[in-house]
C-alpha cells in the first residue's frame, strides 16, 4: 500500500476538534481521565522536584499527553512499549501504577526500580513496559528487538517504539529502519515532535520532513495531529492494524508540543512565552477534549469536577506514597547486578 | 487547607536562589501552571509556575531577596472558599522546612563496606566444576569445530536461542564459526544481519529483554566498538536500573585481539575493556575443550556474556569431551601446568605462549605453574593466590595494552590477598603500549613471545 496515500496531514496549529467516531463516549472520557491524570501527575512531580524530593533529572510529558493516550488506546495487551527518558506518561498509560512511578521518582523502595533507576529508567514486565532508556536514540533498536522477539515467538504481538524529534539523527534509528523493514517487523515507531531536541528547534536540527525518514526503506510515515486525541487514536487504529497485520514497520510523526523544560533545569531561552502560551491556550489537548465532552453532551461540568476529584486524589496518593516509603536498603547496594544462576 | 509554596529547586544542583520577581500579586486568582514568580539562579532565571488552583493569600518573602533556601515558604496560597491565612500551618518560623528522607533506622551499623574487594575471608573461592571427568571420552576438535557444536547443541535444546550476526547463515560464517547451522535450524533462528553493529547488538537486547536467548556474533570485536553502548548501558545495567526485572541474557561473541597483519584497527584486545563493567561477565578460553564448555554455560548463563575468540586459535585442535553434559563453570581458572617456582597467568591465544616458555623454563630447571584464567570476569583470583602462596611469584601475560590491564587488575588482587606471600614484584608481561604495526617485524616486537615470558620470570625469580 502506498505511504502516500494513506497520509493525513495535521498539524498543532490547525488542531481541530474531530468528530472522528474512533471512539465511544465511554472510550472518550476514559482518554480525558488518562490525559489529565498524565497532567496532574507530572505537575506533581514538578512540585516534588522543587522541594529537592525528586533528584537529578526529571523530564516532564505536560502538553503532549494526548500522544501517548491516543496510542495506547488502540494497542492489544501483550503489545510491548519502549520509550526513551521522558517517560513518565509511557509509563501511566501503560496502567503502571502511579504510586510505584512516584516513588522511583523519589528513590525509594515502593518505586518500579526499588529505587535503583529513577526518573529514566522504569520497567514493568507486567505491564510490557520494557523503559525508561536515557542515551538518545538506544531504546529504537532495542525495541526493534522486541518487534523481533514478537514475530521470532509468533506471538502477535507489536512494539511500540517512542522516540523524539531529537533521536531521529541518531545513526542506529536508521540501522533500525533498515532492519525492522527487511524482516519486515512489527513496529511502530512513533515520533514524538514536540518541536525541540533539547533547546535545537528541528529547523536547526533536521533536514527534511521527520515521517519521510524512512521512505528510502519503503516504510510508510504518517504525519497526525498530536495534540488531538481522536486524531491520534483514529491514526493508530489505521496503522496498528497495518503492522499487526505482517506489513512491516511504520513511522507515525506525531506533531506535539511540551510546555515545559527539556528537563527541570530548563531557563528557555529558545523559544518566546508567546509561543508557549498561544499552544497552552490554543492547542492543549486536555482543554480540546473537555470542549468536546462537553458541546456534545457527553458530560457536563459536575462530572468534569469529579473526574478532576478523582484524578486529584491518586495523584495525592501517589505523592504521599513516595515520600513514605522508605529508601531502599542499604544491602539493596549489591543486589541486581547479576542473575544468579 | 491554604497551602504554602516553598521556594523549588529548578537545577539537580540548587541549593538557594533569588526571588527576582513576583508575577501574581496578593488576591491574584491562579491556576495549575500559571507562573507565580520568576527566580535567579547561579545559571539562569527560572519560571516558578503553580501547582494547585486557588488565590494567593499573602507574599512571604519580598520581590529582590537574595540567598532565598530551596524550601522556604514564599507563599501561602488559599483554596476555593478560603479567606484567612491565618488558617495556615504555622510556618515554622521562616527557616527552611525540611523535608526529611525517611531515616533508615539504625542506618550507621548497617551501612555496607565501601565497595572494594578487600575481604579478610580473602577471594571467594570458584564454583565447582565436574568436568575433569568428561575427559575420559575425547575426540580431538580444532576451536571452530567446537565453537560450531555447543552453538547447534544448545539450539537443539533451546528453542529461544538464535544466532545472528553479519555472514553467519548463507556464507557459514566469516571464519566459518557457523558452519551448517543455516542447514539444520534454518533461516528463522540464524540469521544474516547487514553491516550494523550498532544496531543489530542493540535488537539483539531488546529481543533478550523479551526472554529470547540471542547469540549475537560480531565478525570481530573490533567492530563490537560500535555496539559498545549497547553492550555496556542497555545489556550490563537494565537488570540493576529495574531493581531486577529485566535480566538479559545474550551472548556476544566473536573473534578478540590481534590475528596476523591486519592493522591496528583489527588487532584488539577488549578483555579488560569489558572486565571492567559490573553486569556481565567476560571469558576468553585457550583450549577447545574450554571453547566447548564454555560457551554452553555463556549460552545457558541468564546474564550477558562477552566471549571472546581468538582468529587464530580457531585452527587449533585439542582434546575434547565427546559427552554434550560437558559444561564449563563461569568463574573458574584452570591449571595447565603445576610448578613451584613461579606463577604464569595468561588467556586465550596467550596461554600457548605461556606453555611454550614454560616448557623452556624447565630446560633450565624453573618449575612455572601456568594457570589459563578462562574466565576474566568473574575473575577466578582464589586459584591465583593460591598458586603465588606455593610459588611466592607472579607473571602476567596478556596480549594486550598494560594500562589498566588484566595484568594491572591482578597485581592489585595481589597487593590485596597475597601480599605476605609475594617474594618479588609482580611482573606484567603485555602488549607493546602502541596501536599495532603493520610490518611483520614490528608487529612481533609488539606481541608478547614465549621469550619476553621467560624473561619475566626470570626476573621474577632474580636470575637473568
Redesign the interface.
Known amino acids: 500500500m502506498a505511504a502516500s496515500r494513506r497520509r493525513t496531514k495535521a498539524t498543532p496549529d490547525s488542531a481541530q476538534p474531530q468528530n472522528t467516531p474512533a471512539a465511544s463516549p465511554d472510550e472518550m472520557i476514559r482518554y480525558y481521565r488518562e490525559m489529565l491524570l498524565i497532567r496532574?501527575f507530572e505537575?506533581?512531580a514538578?512540585?516534588l522536584?522543587?522541594?529537592?524530593?525528586i533528584?537529578?533529572?526529571c523530564h516532564l510529558y505536560?502538553g503532549q499527553e494526548a500522544v501517548v493516550v491516543g496510542i495506547q488506546a488502540a494497542l492489544k495487551e501483550g503489545d510491548?512499549v519502549?520509550t526513551s527518558y521522558r517517560d513518565h506518561g509511557h509509563m501511566l498509560a501503560c496502567n503502571m501504577d502511579p504510586k510505584g512511578v512516584m516513588a522511583e521518582l523519589t528513590g525509594?523502595r515502593g518505586?518500579?526500580?526499588?529505587?535503583?533507576?529513577g526518573s529514566m529508567?522504569?520497567?514493568?514486565?507486567e505491564k510490557n513496559f520494557?523503559?525508561?532508556?536515557?542515551?538518545v536514540g538506544?531504546q529504537?533498536?532495542?525495541?526493534?528487538?522486541?518487534?523481533?522477539?514478537?514475530k521470532?515467538?509468533k506471538d502477535g504481538g507489536v512494539c511500540t517504539v517512542y522516540l523524539g524529534d531529537g533521536a531521529v539523527n541518531q545513526?542506529?534509528v536508521y540501522?533500525?529502519f533498515?532492519?525492522a523493514a527487511?524482516w519486515k517487523l512489527p513496529v511502530i515507531y512513533v515520533i514524538e515532535n514536540n518541536k525541540y531536541a533539547m533547546g535545537t528547534s528541528q529547523e536547526r536540527a533536521s533536514a527534511g520532513e521527520l515521517h519521510q525518514r524512512g521512505a528510502a526503506y519503503g516504510i510508510p510515515g504518517v504525519q497526525v495531529n498530536g495534540m488531538n486525541v481522536l486524531d491520534v487514536k483514529a491514526a493508530s487504529d489505521q496503522w496498528v492494524d497495518y503492522v499487526r497485520s505482517g506489513n512491516g514497520p511504520v513511522i507515525m510523526e506525531l506533531k506535539t508540543y511540551r510546555?515545559r523544560g527539556h528537563s527541570?533545569?530548563?531557563?528557555?531561552?529558545y523559544r518566546t512565552k508567546e509561543e508557549v502560551e498561544k499552544m497552552?491556550t490554543e492547542s492543549d489537548p486536555i482543554d480540546q477534549m473537555k470542549k468536546h465532552l462537553l458541546d456534545a453532551g457527553i458530560v457536563d461540568e459536575d462530572k468534569l469536577k469529579e473526574i478532576d476529584r478523582e484524578v486529584k486524589a491518586i495523584v495525592t496518593e501517589a505523592a504521599e506514597f513516595a515520600?513514605?516509603?522508605?529508601?531502599p536498603?542499604?544491602?539493596e547496594?549489591?543486589?541486581?547486578?547479576?542473575?544468579e544462576? | 487547607m491554604p497551602i504554602e509554596v516553598?521556594?523549588?529547586?529548578?537545577?539537580?544542583t540548587?541549593t538557594e536562589g533569588k526571588l527576582a520577581k513576583w508575577v501574581k500579586k496578593e488576591g491574584d486568582a491562579v491556576k495549575?501552571?500559571d507562573v507565580l514568580a520568576e527566580i535567579e539562579t547561579d545559571?539562569?532565571?527560572?519560571?516558578?509556575?503553580a501547582?494547585d488552583e486557588g488565590r494567593i493569600g499573602k507574599l512571604l518573602v519580598a520581590e529582590g531577596t537574595d540567598g532565598v533556601a530551596?524550601?522556604t515558604p514564599i507563599a501561602i496560597l488559599l483554596e476555593e472558599g478560603e479567606t484567612s491565612v491565618e488558617a495556615a500551618p504555622t510556618v515554622e518560623e521562616s527557616t527552611p522546612k525540611q523535608?526529611a528522607?525517611?531515616s533508615?533506622k539504625g542506618?550507621e551499623e548497617?551501612?555496607?563496606t565501601l565497595?572494594t574487594t578487600q575481604d579478610a575471608k580473602g577471594p571467594a573461592a570458584p564454583p565447582p566444576s565436574d568436568e575433569d571427568k568428561y575427559f575420559a571420552k575425547t575426540v580431538k576438535k580444532t576451536v571452530r569445530e567446537a565453537l560450531r557444536d555447543a552453538m547447534a547443541e544448545e539450539m537443539r535444546r533451546d528453542p529461544t536461542v538464535?544466532l545472528m550476526g553479519e555472514e553467519v547463515a548463507q556464507y557459514q560464517g566469516a571464519y566459518k564459526v557457523s558452519q551448517n547451522l543455516l542447514q539444520e535450524f534454518g533461516p528463522?533462528r540464524v540469521i544474516d544481519?547487514?553491516i550494523?553493529e550498532?544496531?543489530?547488538?542493540?535488537?539483539?537486547?531488546?529481543?533478550?529483554?523479551?526472554?529470547?536467548r540471542p547469540i549475537v556474533e560480531f565478525m570481530t570485536f573490533n567492530f563490537a566498538m560500535q555496539a559498545i553502548?549497547?553492550i555496556i548501558?542497555?545489556a550490563a545495567k537494565?537488570?540493576?536500573?529495574?531493581?531486577?526485572?529485566?535480566?538479559c541474557?545474550i551472548v556476544f561473541r566473536g573473534p578478540n585481539g590481534a590475528a596476523a597483519r591486519v592493522g591496528a584497527q583489527h588487532s584488539q584486545d577488549y578483555a579488560s575493556w569489558y572486565a571492567h563493567c559490573?553486569?556481565?561477565?567476560v571469558v576468553a578460553p585457550y583450549s577447545a575443550a574450554d571453547a566447548k564448555g564454555l560457551l554452553k554455560a555463556a549460552i545457558?548463563?541468564?546474564?550477558p556474556v562477552i566471549f571472546l575468540e581468538n582468529e587464530i586459535l580457531y585452527g587449533h585442535s585439542f582434546d575434547v569431551p565427546e559427552d554434550e553434559d560437558f559444561i564449563v563453570p563461569i568463574g573458574r581458572a584452570k591449571i595447565l601446568r603445576q610448578g613451584k617456582d613461579v606463577t604464569i597467568t595468561a588467556y586465550s591465544l596467550m596461554v600457548g605462549q605461556a606453555m611454550a616458555a614454560a616448557a623452556r623454563l624447565a630446560e633450565e630447571g624453573i618449575e612455572a605453574e601456568v594457570i589459563d584464567l578462562r574466565t576474566i570476569r568473574p575473575l577466578d583470583v582464589h586459584t591465583v593466590v593460591e598458586s603465588v602462596k606455593k610459588t611466592n611469584r607472579l607473571v602476567t601475560v596478556e596480549e594486550s595494552w598494560p594500562v589498566c590491564g588484566v595484568g594491572s587488575e591482578l597485581a592489585a588482587q595481589m597487593m590485596e590477598h597475597a601480599f605476605d606471600w609475594l617474594d618479588a614484584p609482580v611482573i606484567r608481561v603485555h602488549g607493546a603500549d602502541v596501536p599495532l604495526p603493520y610490518a611483520a617485524n614490528l608487529e612481533k616486537l609488539a606481541l608478547p613471545q614465549p621469550d619476553d615470558i621467560v624473561a619475566a620470570a626470570k626476573k621474577a625469580l632474580y636470575r637473568s
Open positions: 496532574r505537575e506533581k514538578g512540585q522536584y522543587g522541594m529537592g524530593l533528584g537529578g533529572f505536560i510491548s519502549i525509594r518505586g518500579y526500580s526499588k529505587g535503583k533507576g529508567h522504569m520497567f514493568s514486565r520494557y523503559g525508561g532508556h536515557g542515551i538506544a529504537v533498536p532495542l525495541g526493534t528487538g522486541l518487534a523481533f522477539a514478537h521470532y515467538k545513526g542506529q540501522e533500525s533498515n532492519m527487511l510546555y527541570m533545569s530548563d531557563p528557555a531561552k497552552r515520600q513514605q516509603s522508605p529508601e536498603d542499604p544491602s547496594l549489591w543486589t541486581d547486578v547479576l542473575v544462576a | 516553598l521556594m523549588p529547586a529548578l537545577s539537580p540548587m495549575s501552571g545559571k539562569a532565571t527560572m519560571e516558578v509556575e501547582v530551596v524550601n523535608v528522607a525517611p533508615v542506618e548497617t551501612k555496607p565497595p538464535f528463522e544481519t547487514p550494523t550498532h544496531g543489530f547488538a542493540g535488537l539483539g537486547v531488546g529481543a533478550a529483554f523479551q526472554g529470547l553502548d549497547h548501558n542497555s537494565t537488570l540493576y536500573m529495574s531493581g531486577g526485572q529485566m535480566g541474557p559490573p553486569g556481565m561477565k545457558r548463563d541468564p546474564n
